[in-house]
């Protein structure tokens, strides 16, 4: 059967009721049946607000009400925390505790459920030499559907950022950061556990404002009014990154998947309901901010220093300097330009209204 994407163009005014009609659309309930529980994987790149950088409130409520009209009983939002970001406190500053309590969902935190062990029925690419002691995920997600809550934006480690990159955050406990050296490998890695413990999984993606540049943070926002839904975790991913300007295929992470038969990669092969997007082109281009620079070299042409930086707690050093250069310096002396920008159109007073 065809890999099939669905996507809409909305507005702040009926973002709400397109959401709805996304994911009837793409037929979300044969992906999730009721018979299962369901995680609700949310996307937090930033403690703090930024446009485009983690799931909009809009894109949160529009979801969990068509979940909510549709019957589904138990929900459960989730999200890790990194290094460098706090749980408790992006959900209160991206505006996601009013929808929860709206409508009538905790948010768990991953850190504090238990985890177990989980051995792969396929074989993995790099899961095993990036943690060799062992693959643990979150024994909550075991035997429940999932369903991400991806943005469109660049990523200075994988180009894009989607359905795949998603689950980074929700099957990896907050030393994620150790797979930076191997990341595409490991996205992949990580759909094929997807596969083997989840009985369905389905992807709402918002793109009505989306990052360029030297995401997952230091963006430049862009309003797109579009929003995507699949529950062809690759072919999302595929099509985000054609509409965002990229040759999907050229990007490993989708190229690999695509080619083990985890999802269809191929644009060709994917049947696109809802707009016709044949001429979209957003002509973004991914970007590497300093800190995500910094990453790459000293792991990947300094591999000498990378147990010593990374694995010892001199790495304390680069979790302050992530969040000196992120927090005290680009967020108030740039990005809040860009926020206050933002915020005088109408997607940003959709915010402010939350």
Known sequence: MKSRVAVLKTTPNTVLEDYNQLMHLAEYQKALPKSNELILKLNLSWSLYFPACSTEPWQLEGVLRTLKDDSYKKIYPVENRTVVTSVEKGAKLNRWNPVFEKYGVLLVDLTKVKWVSYKPKHDMLALYDVFPEGIRVPKMFLGRNVLHLPTMKTHGHTTITGSMKNAFGGLITKKRHHAHKDIHKVLVDLLQIQKEIHPGIFTVMD??????????????????????????SVAIDAISAKMMGF????????????????GCGDIKQIEIIGEN???VNFKFKTKKSLVVFMDQTLRKKYPLFEPILFHTPLFKMCILGSAVYHDRFWYPLIGKWRIKKFMNTEWGKLFQKY
């Not at 040759?247 to 985890?262: R, T």
């Open 207 to 232: 793109g009505t404002v989306c990052g360029d540049g030297a995401g997952p943070r230091c963006m430049i926002p862009k309003i797109k009014n579009y929003i995507l839904a699949s529950s062809d």
């Open 247 to 262: 040759e999907p295929l050229s990007i490993p992470f989708i190229k690999i998947a695509h080619d083990k038969g985890l």
């Open 277 to 279: 997007i044949s001429d």
